[in-house]
Each structure stands twice: as structure tokens, then as C-alpha cells.
């Protein structure tokens, strides 16, 4: 999933910030990976970024082509002019077990840091049909506490492009930078619909190019 981050070093003052890095990278640094360019503050390697905050790793993907990686998370693009990046992260899913009745989780969990979540362009998705999933915002001053709840009895009920709470379900998030996670409550377990749909899937990401589909 693509999801926009923004570079708090970027955003204020306004657009002044960015101007003072448009340098292209470091004189004797990589400026590109995979086609991804790596404008300053960013760099690859050691001494190459304007800190460890924005050292990036340039290697393989999965299917053997190169990528720019801020940790665990792929850059596919970086924008000072729009002080943003792009990148993929992962998506949390339920499945509920019909062997042993349980559910098997995959949590995600992410510390903004030195950037924080584009709230204009990103939302929170919540995929299933008998699924309610959190998202926790935190930072050292505020706690934000969102989510949705999603359900459907077949997956004739189910509308290719529809987002409002059958099978799938949206909200926004607030803004700034935050530590995240996200929780699937435990009431809501997909028992009842595990024949149709065992698993439920929890998402932040860009709006843009989203689009439910049945298939």
C-alpha cells in the first residue's frame, strides 16, 4: 500500500525550508536509486543525509530490481518542492482459524519520527465483514483515538468502488507527527462469516487510487 508522508524539517516555514536543500545530493553521494532520486537532506549511506534520520539504504527488492529504503519502508518518491515522500508499508490483517477458532494477527506499528502523516492525503481503511479496527495516534502532547466499523452478511451485498461501511469503511486521521498502531477489536472476530471472509484487513494509505473491489 502507498502511503504520503510529509518532512516536518519541510514544512515550516512554509516553503522557505525546502529552497535551502534543493541542492541535489551531497557532492560524492548516490543521487538516485531504482530511478527514485535522493535530493539532500536525504542520502544514501553514511554522511551522505543531514542526519541518521534521513539515511536511506539503497537494495533489492523482491523481484531483484533496486529501491530506496527509509528502514523497513520502500521510497518511491521525494518531493522537497511539495515536502512530502511516498512510500509502501504494510497492511494489518485478521484471520479468523476455522480449525482452531482463533484468530491470527499481523499488527503493524510505525514512529513517524522526524516526518509525519500527510492527513490531507492519507486515510485509515478497514477491509471485512465483521470487522471494527483502531488506530492510535500519539505523540508527547496528544492522543487520537479513530476507526470504523465494517460488516456484510454476503458478498452479494458487496459495491465495487464503495467505501461506506459495507465490506469496507474509511476515516481521516489527524494532523501531525505521531507514533502509530492499529487494533482489531476482538468482539468482531469474522466467526460468523469465516465461510466468505476469514480475514479482515486494517490500512493506512493514500486516498488517491483507492478503490474497494470485490474480486
Known sequence: MILIIQ???????????????DVGALPGCPDSCGGVTIP?????????????????????TINGTFAPHWGDFMLLDISL????????????SQCYNRTTKKENYND???DSGAFWFNHEKNKFFVIGCDT?????????ENSYL????????????????????????????PKGPYYLNFWFDDNFNSS????FSPCSHALLREEAGFMFNTD
Open 146 to 173: 479513530g476507526g470504523c466499523v465494517s460488516g456484510c452478511n454476503s458478498l452479494e451485498t458487496l459495491t465495487d468502488g464503495s467505501c461506506s461501511g459495507i465490506g469496507c469503511c474509511e476515516t481521516s486521521i
Open 40 to 60: 539532500y537532506p536525504f542520502g544514501i549511506g553514511p554522511n551522505c543525509s543531514l542526519s541518521e534520520v534521513f539515511e536511506l539504504i539503497c537494495k533489492a
Open 108 to 110: 503493524w506499528k510505525f
Open 81 to 92: 518542492t511539495l515536502g512530502q515522500a511516498r512510500m509502501t508499508n504494510p497492511i494489518s
Open 192 to 195: 460468523m462469516v469465516s465461510n
Open 132 to 140: 471494527l479496527a483502531y488506530v492510535n495516534f500519539t505523540n508527547d
Open 7 to 21: 518532512l516536518l524539517l519541510l514544512i515550516s516555514p512554509s516553503k522557505t525550508k525546502a529552497a535551502e536543500f
